[in-house]
């Protein structure tokens, strides 16, 4: 059976099911590296589990016809509410992977956001496709190397950046450190050996992985002495440092538009305005991060509160079914991002794999939409879910938190409520 003809339907019904074909083609390394998150993997778990804290109330017996999915994001026409979410490395996934993505997703109408730490250039991926693309940024390497990459980006047509700002230093990824990342990535053999077995026992993987070129460097990280290698991303985040003050900078080399990615408050959200971004995108990346922050669905309310329509606000995290874009959209954000579930599709099957996560998605989309007896993205409003007692703004009273929308007092934008528990 070929590889597209095995994420058809309906062997794969779900994202769980695409997980589970990445797992089976790709080696234990690369999965756990998608797969995992920081520390004990709360956040990670979290992320997923508050959207079945959130019950629908649909309104029954209503005709209601197929729903146009368009969105209009910092000015671009979309046809889904959601887009691909920048996710590293995911050349080490499928040959020239961010190209693949990056073709599914215009095949679909929607977005492709390029990781600053991928493994296929920014021109490439732009070359590969018709869609839109924003370019994420890190600052490994420093402002100069950062400059560099977003004037490569601004020439061939990136119509936004996405400043991530949670990652001041990589999480604790446990899984990589037991599948042995670093003795992978180091020069000598006899260190490796432990952990070539991974490697060895998917002999699909490993073949197209050697005919793409094998271990890639980061061609949108140039540094002096040329494209960084693998090994030196966790030092190089360290002293990549992201601060308000940056965004001032970047500002006067972008003239487009920048969405802040990595905002859980609405005080870092109001910040933002404050700070001249575009939107934000509410995200703990994907659990990787600070273990232990609140699933996104919980700090989304808060931020769209606060902000009251600034900015434009993502948000990103745990999005397994279309079921669970519908809440976020009821919740207030304009459009979700999505990570694993396509990496999964990737990883699976290469472009075949990510539209068919697409495809499940859009589906599920349709099909929620129709039993809430919502015939537009439009008609969603919030008496159609019930939220437990402690979400949104009744979260921030429970937690001796000033409600969202004192914080917008001119006075005091940007700074910790007076309540706060500091
Ligand atoms: C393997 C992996 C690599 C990621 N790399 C990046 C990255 O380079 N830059 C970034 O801003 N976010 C990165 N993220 C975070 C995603 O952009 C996104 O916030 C997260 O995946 C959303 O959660 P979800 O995977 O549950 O959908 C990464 C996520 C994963 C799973």
């Known amino acids: 059976m070929s590889l597209a003809r095995s994420v058809a339907a309906p062997a794969v019904l779900n994202i769980a099911d695409l997980r589970r074909a990445a797992m089976r083609r790709v080696p234990r390394v690369v999965f756990d590296y998608v797969d995992g998150a920081a520390d004990a993997e709360v956040?990670?778990?979290?992320n997923s589990s508050v959207f079945d804290e959130v019950l629908f109330r649909p309104r029954t017996a209503v005709a209601a016809g197929r729903a146009n999915l368009e969105v209009t994001v910092l000015g671009e026409r979309f046809s889904l509410p959601f887009l691909l979410a920048p996710v590293g490395s995911t050349r080490l996934l499928y040959p020239k992977g961010e190209v693949e993505a990056a073709r599914a997703a215009a095949a679909a109408g929607t977005g492709y956001i390029l990781s600053t730490l991928a493994g296929t250039s920014l021109e490439e991926v732009r070359a590969g496709t018709h869609g839109v693309c924003w370019y994420q940024v890190y600052l490994v390497g420093g402002r100069e190397v950062a400059s560099a990459a977003i004037e490569r980006a601004r020439k061939v047509g990136y119509t936004a950046l996405v400043l991530t700002v949670d990652t001041a230093i990589s999480g604790l990824r446990e899984r990589d450190y037991r599948n042995g990342i670093a003795q992978l990535l180091a020069s000598n053999p006899f260190r490796k050996l432990p952990y070539v077995w991974q490697i060895l026992s998917r002999p699909g993987w490993l073949m197209g992985y050697l005919a793409d070129g094998g271990l890639m460097a980061f061609p949108n990280v140039v540094l002096p002495e040329g494209p960084m290698r693998y090994a030196a991303v966790a030092a190089a985040l360290e002293q990549s440092v992201v601060s308000w003050s940056d965004l001032r900078w970047i500002r006067?080399?972008?003239k487009g538009?920048?969405?802040?990615?990595g905002i859980l408050t609405a005080e870092d959200g109001l910040r933002a305005a404050d700070e001249g971004a575009a939107a934000v995108v509410v995200s703990n990346h994907g659990g990787r991060q600070l273990d232990g922050v609140l699933p996104t669905l919980r700090a989304l309310p808060e931020v769209v509160a606060a902000v009251?329509?600034?900015?434009e606000v993502l948000v990103d995290g745990g999005i397994r079914r279309g079921s669970d874009i519908v809440k976020a959209l009821i919740l207030g954000a304009r459009a979700v991002l999505v990570g694993r579930a396509y990496a999964y599709g990737l990883g699976a099957a290469g472009g075949a794999g990510v539209t068919r996560a697409i495809e499940i998605l859009t589906a599920d989309?349709?099909?929620?939409l129709r039993l809430l007896g919502c015939g537009a993205l439009s008609e969603l409003e919030p008496s159609m879910i019930e939220l437990?007692?402690?979400?949104?703004?009744?979260?921030?009273?429970?937690?001796g938190l000033a409600d969202p929308g004192e914080a917008t007092d001119p006075d005091r934008a940007g700074q910790a409520p007076a309540t706060g528990i500091h």
């Open 365 to 368: 989309l349709h099909r929620t």
């Open 43 to 46: 956040t990670l778990r979290a």
């Open 388 to 399: 437990p007692a402690d979400f949104g703004p009744g979260r921030r009273r429970l937690s």
């Open 308 to 311: 009251r329509g600034r900015l």
């Open 257 to 261: 538009p920048i969405v802040i990615k």
């Open 252 to 254: 006067e080399i972008w």
